[in-house]
């Protein structure tokens, strides 16, 4: 978790989070069991969403995974790591899933290389 979340989630606690029977972070009305799916997309994300000016078709709750490993793959981050982070057991499974946020970053990668390699057979620094 990172500590910009952390400190949300502690504001969340602090000034908005009601306890409930069964002690949950987000719970439904009722505060008996965890929010559904079709609530949270209904009643939060769809209205941030319309808010922003995002197109909602399509849009869901994976889409933050796919937005997550994009940018720790942007962010050089081992591919070890993100294997982790999305809790694969395979990496072949993250990078068949994940691989379209790659091939820019290779071709930016790929770019600087040759500028090294350039720089390197003609003696510049």
């Known amino acids: 978790m990172t500590n ?9 606690l602090a000034r908005s989070w ?12 009722a505060g008996e069991r965890p929010r559904s799916r079709k609530s ?5 994300l769809k209205p941030i969403l319309r ?25 050089c981050v081992p591919i070890t790591v993100l294997q982790q982070q999305m809790r694969h057991a395979d990496v072949k499974t ?10 820019e970053s290779q071709r930016d ?6 500028i090294g390699t350039r720089r390197f057979r003609y003696g510049e620094t």
């Open 109 to 114: 990668a790929m770019e600087r290389a040759s």
């Open 51 to 75: 808010k922003l000016g995002i197109p909602e078709n399509g849009c869901g709750l994976h889409a933050f995974r796919h937005g997550l490993a994009t940018e720790l793959a942007e962010s």
């Open 94 to 103: 993250t990078l068949r899933v994940y691989a379209h946020a790659i091939p």
């Open 40 to 44: 949270v997309l209904k009643n939060s």
């Open 4 to 12: 910009s979340l952390s400190h949300v989630l502690q504001n969340y």
């Open 18 to 29: 009601k306890q409930n029977q069964a002690g949950l972070l987000f719970p439904n009305r």
